[in-house]
């Protein structure tokens, strides 16, 4: 069974996001209840989960929350069947990812490659393509680079990406940098 690896905001920007896209959906009527945001990282096939939580707690250990800038205009990536924004500034969550893939590798997990680095992050919204309603729309940012930035406080373990509650295998907190 494939699992998947993904980074997920914060409760905050999570909101604030879905304030964002609300009255976007209703006139597309691609979904009514917004899931979960994440930016997947990688995809796992049938690994033992006990010590892939494990171990995934002490790879993160060092890691604390960052910010992603994401862009303002959906997009769709046939490959991954995801629709979503586009992660602008993703340094920090490659240098995770990257983290990630070298060392479960080591391990002896069933991990994707490395993704190419021309290829950007995506923030997950759906699973669905996007009405033409949504993909002529305005940018969703009424900035003048239109661009925000939010916050990821964990990385989590899903069964699928459709991002249900009961698809979330565990979760693993990053460092708050704000407690010492």
Not at 124 to 138: A, C, F, K
Request: proline residues 6%; glycine residues 2%; aromatic residues 10%.
């Amino acid at each position: 069974m494939r699992y998947y690896l993904v980074a997920v905001l914060n409760r905050e920007s999570n909101k604030e996001l879905d304030v964002l896209q609300r009255p976007l959906h209703k006139k597309g009527k691609n979904f009514k209840k917004s899931p979960y945001m994440c930016i997947p990282l990688d995809v796992l096939e049938d690994p033992d989960l006990k010590t892939l939580e494990k171990h995934l707690r002490d790879l993160l250990k060092p890691f604390r929350y960052f910010h992603v800038d994401l862009t303002g205009k959906y997009i769709n990536l046939a490959d991954e069947r995801i629709t979503g924004l586009p992660v602008a500034n993703f340094g920090y969550l490659k240098k995770i990812q990257r983290h990630l893939n070298d060392y479960l590798h080591l391990y002896g997990y069933c991990a994707s490659a490395e993704r190419p680095t021309d290829k950007d992050f995506i923030l997950s919204m759906s699973q669905d393509r996007l009405p033409r309603e949504l993909e002529n729309s305005s940018d969703l940012f009424q900035t003048e680079d239109n661009r925000r930035k939010f916050l990821v406080d964990r990385i989590e373990v899903w069964k699928t990406l459709n991002a249900k509650k009961e698809s979330i295998v565990f979760s693993v907190p990053l460092k708050n940098p704000n407690i010492i």
